[in-house]
């Protein structure tokens, strides 16, 4: 395995890189993002459970934030008396989100870590595989805390240490010394923050595996949701063929000649005291 670093943060590329890399995406997104939608998909089932018709003056207001092509964003904007903001950092993923979603969903281009709302504003904060691409998970966690207002629900999923590791583990054998895949906040780190943050937080974890007819699927899958390798570290020329072949070679098959990809899933419930 690639040696652990100190601070899981190290690697995270400048946020005009994430932005520029999802924003590119926009266009290939929808139809390769299986996980995305079964995890945004567990965030508003428990949404809609827990709904409750008592809201404020202004409806129910919901922030999408990492909001990408939009995808949850319309079916957040369906729930009646809904009210809803899409913040995402990439330009690209909000032009798209604005053509393929009704009018009166509001649309702000904008950092999670420093979000343009005012304190108590909001009563919702769905988030879907957002936060795992930021330097800061606490400060976004603060900020969504900031922004909701009492009784407010926030609902987070993201990704965790684990995730990747067939992948991560053949590009070691095939390329030792040299990073491939984006590294993940361990459990016990996300637990931590979650606690150090947001009163009573609630923690799922699930391990998805997602099968593929080859090494090479999944890259291009990962490539056309914008989430290829961001590390500084990362080679500026195309990895060479034969690093490629022997990467493929050393990724585990299972007996069809096929190969599974794990991702260590995880959501974050909290309700802020009324």
């Not at 629900?153 to 992948?167: A, F, P, Y």
């Amino acid at each position: 395995m690639d040696p652990v670093t100190t601070n899981i943060h190290d690697w995270v590329p400048p946020k005009s890189t994430i932005a520029r890399d999802f924003g590119s995406a926009s266009h290939t997104y929808n139809p390769a993002a299986r996980l995305q939608r079964y995890m945004g998909q567990v965030l508003l089932d428990q949404l809609k459970e827990g709904l409750h018709q008592a809201q404020s003056a202004d409806g129910l207001q919901i922030l999408d934030l990492g909001s990408g092509t939009g995808w949850f964003t319309g079916q957040l904007a369906s729930i009646p008396g809904s009210q809803v903001t899409g913040v995402d950092i990439a330009a690209g993923m909000l032009r798209y989100a604005r053509s393929a979603n009704p009018s009166g969903i509001r649309w702000i281009e904008a950092d999670a870590e420093a979000l343009p709302l005012p304190n108590n504003s909001v009563d919702v904060v769905f988030s879907n595989l957002m936060i795992q691409w930021c330097r800061d998970p606490a400060g976004v966690l603060a900020e969504c805390r900031r922004v909701l207002r009492p009784g407010g629900r926030l609902l987070v999923s993201t990704l965790l240490e684990g995730t990747l590791d067939e992948l991560r583990e053949a590009w070691h054998r095939a390329d030792p010394g040299h990073q491939h895949v984006n590294r993940f906040e361990s459990e016990a780190r996300f637990r931590e923050q979650a606690f150090e943050t947001l009163p009573d937080p609630q923690l799922a974890i699930e391990t998805i595996s997602l099968d593929y007819p080859s090494p090479l699927a999944l890259l291009a899958e990962l490539k056309a949701i914008g989430a290829g390798y961001k590390g500084a570290s990362r080679r500026q020329s195309a990895t060479a063929p034969g690093r490629l072949r022997a990467m493929c070679r050393y990724y585990p098959r299972d007996g069809e000649d096929r190969i599974q990809a794990t991702y260590t899933s995880a959501w974050l419930g909290c309700r802020l005291p009324d």
